[in-house]
């Protein structure tokens, strides 16, 4: 079915389309009692739904902007979509968080209520390779910035991406694990399906073999769900990886890579369960340095995501392209995070 469009409302109420225009913007204080009866009606009878996109659009008014992110159940993405709120305000302009679960049907749904919704543009914190399920709104104008993933083949080639370069950050954790000396190093995660965590797991790979050693002689434990990425369950995840890798008779490792601060957190807590002394028995590097990495005792080693950083570049290319310096589409800012040693990981 048609969308009804300002112009059959128009015609049905036998006026002009600026005069709906004015009064679906509140700029009726001048219009006679009649006009504004007969527009209601028409609008009633027609069932019109104004796309406060293509009016804010056109005359750029819109000052929100949307954010998709998968869970503020994670305290990464609780800080970060803070970030992303703090500077969105200091750019005049107000922010609707989403949270997606990962799940891809949620993230389309909530892009195309947002474009509904007349934002400005949407900041897609998706871990998925493909933007296929949202290219429709990008078409249709929708100016759209992922977080979290570097650009793929495939984008669309007005998309700006911006994310950690986890392949380095992969490097940095598990080379300062081989600079106390460990060798037998192991990989934690969830599903290791996503674009950025598969990234990380490759630069795990890498600095083992510049060292000389095989990622196949390694443990690796990739979750039991293949489906989940763990990113509220990712405490539970770690705690079970910790139960399994050191299980009566296996094969253990001395020190340990998390996917991130929730999964290592969990695997700490696995271990003391087992009455294994976290840096002392095992040493666990995590990923992001969240809060709650320095609170721990001991306090976790990571590998930092200068998150505000990365959230000002995001609201700026969302907001307002070029602020960053560049409008350049199909731009992908990878940012290099940094290593924050403290008390988990020790000497072999
Ligand atoms: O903790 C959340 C994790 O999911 C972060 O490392 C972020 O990069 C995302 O991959």
Redo the contacts with the bound molecule.
């Keep these: 079915m048609a969308r009804v469009t300002i112009q059959d409302v128009a015609r049905a109420a036998e006026v002009s389309p600026s005069t709906v225009s004015n009064f679906l913007n509140n700029r009726s204080e001048r219009m006679v009692a009649a006009t504004r009866e007969r527009i209601e009606r028409a609008i009633a009878e027609l069932g019109y739904r104004p796309n406060r996109a293509a009016r804010q659009l056109r005359n750029g008014r819109s000052q929100t902007m949307g954010l998709v992110v998968p869970s503020v159940g994670?305290p990464?993405?609780g800080a970060f979509a803070r970030e992303v709120e703090v500077a969105a305000l200091e750019m005049g302009c107000n922010v609707l968080l989403c949270n997606s679960e990962r799940d891809p049907d949620r993230e389309r749904r909530y892009v195309e209520e947002l474009w509904e919704d007349g934002v400005r543009g949407i900041i897609l914190c998706t871990?998925l390779p493909s933007l296929e399920h949202v290219g429709h709104v990008i078409k249709e104008g929708l100016r759209l910035v992922t977080f979290?993933r570097p650009a793929q083949p495939n984008d669309p080639a007005s998309v700006v991406s911006i994310s950690?370069d986890n392949n380095v950050g992969g490097q940095i954790a598990t080379s300062h694990l081989l600079e106390l000396g460990h060798t037998k190093i192991a990989f934690v995660s969830g599903s290791i399906r996503s674009v950025?965590?598969s990234a990380r797991y490759r630069g795990y790979c890498d600095a083992l073999e510049a060292a000389g050693l095989s990622p196949d002689d390694m443990p690796v434990w990739a979750g039991t769900d293949a489906t989940r990425f763990g990113?509220v369950e990712?405490a539970q995840v770690g705690r079970n990886a910790a139960h399994e890798l050191f299980r009566e008779g296996a094969d253990a490792p001395t020190a340990v890579v998390a996917i991130?601060?929730?999964t290592a957190l969990g695997f700490c807590r696995g271990l003391r369960d087992l009455g294994l002394e976290v840096g002392v028995d095992v040493s666990v590097i995590g990923?992001?340095d969240i809060i709650l990495a320095d609170l721990y005792d001991p306090p976790l080693t990571s590998v930092r995501?200068p998150i505000s950083q990365m959230a000002k570049l995001a609201v700026a290319e969302a907001v307002d392209p070029g602020a960053n310096g560049s409008n350049e589409p199909g731009r992908s800012v990878l940012l290099r995070p940094e290593l924050v040693v403290r008390e988990s990981t020790q000497s072999k």
Excluded: T, V
């Design positions: 994670n990464f993405w871990s979290d950690i950025n965590r990113d990712a991130n601060d929730m990923f992001d995501q």
